[in-house]
């Protein structure tokens, strides 16, 4: 079962900021977060991942509360190709299999 | 990163009959996997390809309904067999590279399969 806890689904205008939250209160140490994105008809995307430390990529930045039991992937300048539907995985590091949630639906208006 | 790719990219298919899915990753990977995903739904893994044995299945997937191969690093093959309506969902591979505390999956386009 998955192991992670998303709004089934937010809005979010062009432009702005988009925080999407994740809950994963019986996360392991060992375990990492990782966050993938489904764009309608196409595979999912890998977007970022992190241990306890925030991260910050190209696309995304990744804030992990101290106790580690939540998680918010941001998006700073949201656009309508950012309409996707957004998964939050935990998962052991180095060669295991990831478990997916039902994810947050991201919409995008303009 | 990993590039995939998966062929057929879509097929419809006769109920009873088999249909064999092939996908390549450009470099070679550590894992292999294939989930499924049904029309509306999130991504269901179907098992774990394992490069020169059998394959890894999940509770409810058996090797007899969905055969896999991993024949080397870089490619593998999912068959579903028997088909029904049932099965009509996009199958999709994925592979994982990279190290401990930076590996990363990836996953190919999907292959959209009707059974009629």
């Known amino acids: 079962d998955a192991k992670t806890t998303q709004p089934p689904s937010m809005d979010c205008a062009e432009g702005r900021a988009a925080n999407l939250p994740c809950n994963h209160s019986?996360?392991?140490?060992?375990?990492?977060v990782y966050w993938y994105r489904q764009i309608h008809s196409q595979g999912p995307q890998y977007i970022i991942h992190g241990l306890k430390n925030n991260e910050t990529n190209e696309m995304a930045s990744l804030i992990i509360t101290e106790d580690r039991k939540s998680s918010t992937l941001i998006l700073p300048h949201a656009t309508l190709r950012d309409t996707a539907v957004y998964y939050c995985?935990?998962?052991?590091?180095?060669?295991?299999?990831?478990?997916f949630g039902a994810g947050t639906r991201l919409f995008v208006k303009a | 990163s990993a590039v995939i790719s998966q062929k057929p990219s879509r097929d419809i298919c006769q109920r009873g009959t088999s249909l064999t899915i092939q996908c390549q990753v450009d470099s070679q990977v550590t894992m292999m996997f294939w989930y499924r995903q049904q029309p509306g739904q999130s991504l269901t893994l179907i098992a774990t390809?394992?490069?020169?044995?059998?394959?890894?299945?999940e509770s409810g997937f058996v090797i007899d309904k969905f055969p896999i191969s991993r024949p080397n690093l870089t490619f593998s093959t999912l068959t579903v067999s028997n088909m029904s309506p049932e099965d009509s969902s996009i199958y999709l591979c994925?592979?994982?590279?990279?190290?401990?505390?930076?590996?990363?999956?990836?996953f190919g386009p999907g292959t959209r399969l009707t059974v009629l």
């Open positions: 995985i935990v998962r052991v590091n180095g060669g295991f299999k990831t478990i």
């Open positions: 390809a394992n490069q020169g044995s059998e394959a890894t299945y």
């Open positions: 019986t996360i392991s140490g060992n375990e990492y």
């Open positions: 994925s592979a994982l590279t990279g190290f401990i505390g930076t590996d990363t999956q990836y």
